[in-house]
């Protein structure tokens, strides 16, 4: 009888708990700067710019950063990294005056954005290097778990903690989780594995190695293992339908097609963090009794969910029962997409091997980062377009989802065997 490989190991709890610290001074801190510039400007838009441009060094630098994970001692990385975003936010909260608020946290933005850019494939190539079998798609559900955990509750107390303090002391606070995570993963003992020089052999230059590894990759992903880049493009697709019907049209449905205030768009927000969090837990229950050959039935499951969403526009009935099934459809959907990218992602580091797996986490990183504002903005002109419709909107790319997961029935069922 095969033996559960056990999860909590003393590597992988450091890790979570370090995610946890991390992530929480990183809501907190984003929800601090938004309210910030809001207050300052008094434009959402300035915001959302500064945001969509400190996303591009996160896509360009991403695979970057897989080549280090690959290259250097995981371990060092991670504390490096965690290390200097601290000291990014404490000096940022040093030098803020009023006169150059802006200027500062732009700045602060695309310093996080460029450290993340080296720090999100490095994590996810230490799951599988701590972990193995099923425990990993297990590892990544806890992950996912935490991620969810804090973006719940991490934006009300530090909302609460920034109208009681203001902004600096917030940043103070982030800045002392960054250095707590640092901290803890000092004491993370990673399996010993080949080091590869960054530098590579002696008549090898700095780019010379940075071309070979991304041609590897891409060698890899192309012609010796597609079955990952065909995951990869299920997962940005998946990404981009839910993304942008998330974040742009249950907005906009609340808001404007029902006239509901702010309050039930919080709540629907919170029923889609819980949501988050179920689905997490959900993945992790499933391990080893969902085989990987179905996971096709969660990606149509995901388009199945939008489609009474769209159709209880068709029905005569009232914006409360409009609001309770879209609320609904959408955690269905938030459930689905949770379980699906979970079991993706532990699908793509099972069959990476250990030299590769920080550069095609990498991949991973950057293809989903630009699924999701493309969906934004595609999904800004269909609502835009059918706003008296919406129904044309929901129904069809439930539809189109729907059919990607049937159509991808034989890939994941040749792939799980």
């Not at 399996?191 to 008549?203: D, H, I, M, N, T």
Request: proline share 4%; net charge positive.
């Amino acid at each position: 009888m095969e033996v559960e490989e056990r999860l909590f190991t003393r590597n992988f709890t450091l890790l979570i708990l370090g995610q946890v610290s991390s992530l929480f001074g990183n809501y907190i801190l984003r929800l601090a700067l938004s309210m910030y510039v809001l207050e300052a400007t008094g434009s959402a838009a300035v915001f959302a710019g500064i945001l969509s441009a400190a996303v591009i060094p996160s896509i360009l630098l991403a695979p970057f950063g897989g080549i280090l994970a690959d290259r250097a001692d995981r371990r060092n990385v991670m504390v490096a990294l965690d290390f200097l975003t601290g000291l990014s936010v404490l000096c940022a909260a040093v030098i803020l005056h009023k006169e150059h608020a802006l200027a500062v946290i732009s700045a602060l933005l695309i310093v996080l954005s460029v450290l993340g850019a080296f720090e999100t494939p490095t994590v996810q190539a230490c799951i599988p290097s701590m972990l193995t079998g099923d425990a990993i798609i297990r590892g990544n559900a806890v992950v996912n778990q935490a991620a969810s955990i804090s973006c719940l509750v991490a934006p009300v107390l530090g909302g609460l903690f920034y109208g009681a303090v203001g902004l600096k002391p917030v940043m103070y606070a982030s800045a002392a989780c960054f250095f707590a995570t640092a901290g803890l993963e000092c004491f993370i003992r990673l399996r010993p594995r080949a080091q590869v020089s960054l530098c590579g052999g002696k008549k090898e230059s700095i780019l010379s190695v940075v071309k070979n590894d991304l041609c590897s990759s891409v060698r890899f992903m192309a012609k010796e293992q597609p079955d990952i880049l065909k995951m990869l493009l299920l997962a940005a697709v998946s990404r981009f339908f839910v993304m942008g019907v998330t974040l742009v049209g249950l907005p906009f449905i609340i808001r404007e097609i029902l006239g509901m205030g702010a309050g039930h768009y919080g709540a629907a927000e919170s029923v889609l963090a819980v949501a988050a969090i179920v689905g997490s837990i959900a993945a992790g229950l499933l391990t080893g009794k969902m085989g990987q050959g179905r996971l096709y039935l969660v990606l149509s499951a995901i388009g199945a969910c939008l489609i009474p969403a769209g159709a209880v526009f068709l029905a005569p009935v009232g914006a409360p029962v409009k609001y309770a099934v879209n609320v609904a459809a959408f955690g269905g959907m938030q459930i689905a997409i949770s379980i699906f990218s979970i079991f993706a992602v532990s699908m793509i580091q099972q069959n990476t091997p250990d030299h590769l797996i920080g550069k095609v986490m990498a991949y991973t990183s950057a293809i989903t980062m630009c699924a999701q504002p493309a969906g934004q903005m595609a999904y800004g002109f269909l609502f835009d377009r059918f706003q008296g419709e919406v129904f044309l909107v929901l129904i069809p790319s439930g539809a189109a989802v729907c059919a990607v997961g049937l159509l991808s029935a034989g890939f994941f069922r040749r792939w799980g065997k």
